[in-house]
């Protein structure tokens, strides 16, 4: 049975404490299959297809509902239809748009804004900024607390036509024990990285899948790139500061056929600043 994270916010009037109440882990296989999702599926970064995604957004967010009815919501959290809820911390909310407007050909630049808040745990550093380029019809999708990735996931943007894409940052001491400044280089080779976080990626071993490994370097920093198949995956990772960025791209088969082209060229502008 696969692990599965739900939670709901609220503040109470008499005891501003905040409330959080969790469930993890214990809802049967049978309750998960009538929401869309299998055991299996609800695992990872939930990113094992577009298809099962979307079922399984959808049934987070009936979930989340039956939390948070437990209280009286005030305005720390915010209702997104269909996407569950995303969290407002302190005065910033955690969707801040970063999208610039399009250049000639019709592309934009997301920048992730410097102010934009992320649950990333307290005493880490502010997070380095990351930016990529993405076709018109791309558009961010918020990220729910109760989104299958936690925390970790820092950005979703998706398109109807051409797939979906995800930004994860994750603390370094994850895959590596290194302190201070981290580089991709310092966490391992491009086999050690995959195989490290590419099941959480596609909910399965990544033995077989890896088509393509490219190694480049941008402005002294070094990304690894993996295409896998299947599931149609393109992953892009880095390092900076004391984290791990990991960007990823997943298409269905008539996507990938129709796309791979722009999906390349998205993945390929992936930059850490």
Not at 127 to 146: L, N
Not at 155 to 183: M, Y
Request: hydrophobic share 40%; with cysteine.
């Amino acid at each position: 049975m696969g692990a599965l994270f739900a939670a709901g916010s609220c503040f109470s009037s008499r005891n501003p404490q905040l409330i959080v109440i969790q469930a993890k882990g214990f809802i049967p296989d049978k309750l998960l299959e009538k929401g869309g999702v299998s055991g299996e599926e609800a695992t990872g970064f939930g990113f094992t297809n577009v298809g099962e995604d979307e079922r399984a957004s959808r049934f987070l967010g009936r979930r989340t509902a039956l939390f948070s009815g437990l209280c009286v919501v005030s305005g720390a959290v915010l209702g997104f239809p269909g996407d569950g809820f995303a969290v407002k911390q302190g005065l910033l909310a955690g969707r801040i748009p970063g999208l610039s407007d399009p250049d000639e050909r019709g592309w934009r630049t997301y920048r992730r804004p410097d102010d934009k808040s992320g649950g990333h745990g307290v005493g880490w550093s502010p997070i380095i900024p990351y930016s990529f380029k993405v076709s018109d019809g791309w558009e961010e999708v918020p990220v729910s607390i109760a989104d299958l990735g936690g925390t970790e996931i820092d950005l979703r943007f998706a398109n109807s036509q051409e797939g979906r894409l995800f930004v994860v940052v994750a603390p370094v001491l994850r895959f590596a024990d290194l302190e201070g400044d981290a580089t991709i280089e310092k966490i391992g080779p491009p086999e050690k990285v995959i195989n490290a976080f590419g099941p959480e990626v596609i909910g399965e071993n990544v033995e077989g899948k890896v088509l393509n490994t490219q190694v480049d370097e941008h402005s002294g920093r070094t990304y690894y790139q993996f295409e896998l198949e299947p599931p149609h995956v393109i992953i892009s990772a880095t390092a900076a500061g004391n984290r791990l960025y990991l960007f990823a791209i997943t298409a269905s088969g008539l996507q990938w056929k129709r796309h791979y082209k722009d999906l390349k060229q998205i993945a390929n502008s992936f930059r850490v600043i």
